[in-house]
């Protein structure tokens, strides 16, 4: 399962849903002010933040997402 925690007006946020959809990838979006002490407490100051699986990555790029994505079965 995929998790993406985000912020309305985050543009990498937006880049990032709008990849998934493309690929036809299922998940889950979360406020990332409704869960911040969460993400916090993780190490997590940015978003977006993708929870594949339960492991909790920080965006990096889209490819990098792609290679993640990929190696875990969702690609």
Do not use: W
Not at 43 to 62: C, E, K, R, T, Y
């Amino acid at each position: 399962m995929i998790i993406v925690y985000t912020l309305e007006h985050c543009p990498q946020c937006k880049l990032l849903k709008k990849y998934l959809v493309s690929k036809g990838i299922e998940f889950e979006e979360k406020d990332a002010r409704e869960n911040a002490q969460y993400l916090m407490t993780q190490g997590f100051m940015a978003v977006p933040v993708i929870d594949l699986d339960g492991q909790l990555i920080p965006f990096l790029s889209i490819k990098q997402i792609e290679i993640l994505l990929k190696t875990s079965g969702y690609l």
